[in-house]
């Protein structure tokens, strides 16, 4: 997509993945391997889940990751018209406000590992969508808090994953708690990808000028 300046089309490639055609592939096999996964689990997940907070959650997440994925795998192309960008829009903001809702859920059962970690998800996801759409290079103050807030924000999560891992309680919580680490692995790769070409085609073009 290309809402603001910072998604100028570096080199005419889609803008998930731009490395050599053995890398494309092997992404490509990564992420369509992780989203099969998580649609496995979510099934397994919907399955044994009674209570409507739970259930809710993750049917929104699952409308976030895929605006998102289209989104970051499109960043160097315009949408096609206004009624494209309403519909991503729309879907982006009822999974936003559906997520929050959820969250308010899991405060109000007092399940706190819940709350600690959608909290940081949705932190993770705002730091995303800034990368996405804010304008500028990213460099200096803001690039080192881009990097640092989103270390943060990952290790929470990673722990969060791990004490479910640990308790062996809820083997799906575990389970789908890495998984969507993986998802969003497959997130930052298409992001990471747009940036690296953006830079090299800035790069390139300021060779080409003289001094």
């Given at each position: 997509?290309?809402?603001?300046?910072?998604?100028a089309t570096?080199?005419?490639?889609?803008?998930?993945?731009r490395?050599?055609?053995?890398?494309?592939t092997?992404f490509h096999?990564?992420k369509?391997t992780?989203y099969?996964?998580l649609?496995?689990?979510?099934?397994?997940?919907?399955?044994?889940?009674?209570?409507?907070?739970?259930?809710?959650?993750?049917?929104a997440?699952?409308t976030l990751?895929?605006?998102?994925?289209?989104?970051?795998?499109?960043?160097?192309?315009?949408?096609?018209?206004p009624?494209?960008?309403?519909?991503?829009?729309?879907?982006?903001?009822?999974?936003y406000?559906v997520?929050?809702?959820?969250?308010?859920?899991?405060?109000?059962e007092?399940?706190w590992?819940?709350?600690?970690?959608?909290?940081?998800?949705?932190?993770?996801?705002?730091?995303?969508?800034?990368?996405?759409?804010a304008?500028?290079?990213?460099?200096?103050?803001?690039?080192?808090?881009?990097?640092?807030?989103?270390?943060?924000?990952?290790?929470?999560?990673?722990?969060?994953?791990?004490?479910?891992?640990?308790?062996?309680?809820?083997?799906?919580?575990?389970?789908?708690?890495?998984?969507?680490?993986?998802?969003?692995a497959?997130?930052?790769?298409n992001?990471?990808?747009?940036?690296?070409?953006?830079?090299?085609?800035r790069?390139?073009?300021?060779?080409?000028?003289?001094?």
């Amino acid at each position: 997509m290309q809402p603001s300046s910072h998604h100028a089309t570096p080199d005419g490639q889609r803008g998930a993945w731009r490395g050599g055609g053995m890398a494309r592939t092997a992404f490509h096999v990564f992420k369509w391997t992780v989203y099969g996964l998580l649609a496995v689990n979510t099934w397994l997940y919907f399955s044994t889940k009674p209570t409507l907070t739970p259930f809710i959650d993750q049917l929104a997440w699952i409308t976030l990751l895929a605006t998102m994925e289209y989104e970051s795998s499109t960043l160097d192309q315009g949408y096609s018209g206004p009624w494209e960008r309403r519909i991503v829009t729309g879907l982006t903001g009822l999974a936003y406000a559906v997520i929050v809702f959820a969250w308010i859920g899991y405060i109000r059962e007092e399940e706190w590992l819940d709350v600690v970690n959608s909290s940081a998800w949705l932190l993770i996801c705002a730091v995303l969508f800034w990368q996405m759409y804010a304008p500028g290079d990213y460099e200096g103050w803001e690039a080192r808090a881009i990097r640092w807030g989103k270390v943060v924000l990952y290790l929470t999560v990673a722990g969060c994953a791990l004490v479910w891992t640990i308790e062996a309680s809820k083997p799906l919580d575990a389970v789908d708690a890495w998984l969507w680490l993986a998802c969003f692995a497959v997130i930052e790769l298409n992001v990471f990808g747009f940036e690296q070409g953006s830079a090299s085609a800035r790069s390139a073009s300021g060779g080409s000028t003289p001094d």
